[in-house]
């Protein structure tokens, strides 16, 4: 895998290889990949989620990507469907995203 990308692997074993500086949106991601010492986390450029599904570990990478658009200007709406909105705030919250 590329030093620039990371993967997020969800609950299902689902992978997600999304830009590092998207991922770094996250402030428990960028803690889990940047930390020092031997993690693997750091080492491998990977991070698995066992409580998060794939289709909510999806919305996540997608808010992610929409996050670094709005941080550069670009003001779109970001769609929640609303059966997700609990299950996506939690997460949310875990990662503090």
């Known amino acids: 895998m590329k030093e620039e990308t990371v993967k997020l692997i969800s609950a299902e074993g689902f992978e997600f290889v999304i830009d590092k500086k998207a991922a770094m949106v996250s402030h ?34 997608q808010y992610f990507y929409w996050s670094l658009q ?15 909105t609990l299950e996506l705030m939690m997460a949310a919250n875990y990662l503090h995203t």
């Open 28 to 61: 428990t991601i960028r803690n889990m990949l940047t930390s020092p010492g031997g993690f693997a986390e750091t080492q491998l450029g990977e991070v698995t989620f066992p409580e998060i599904s794939t289709p909510i570990l999806e919305k996540i990478c």
């Open 70 to 84: 709005y941080a550069s200007g670009k003001e779109t709406e970001f769609h929640i469907e609303p059966e997700i």
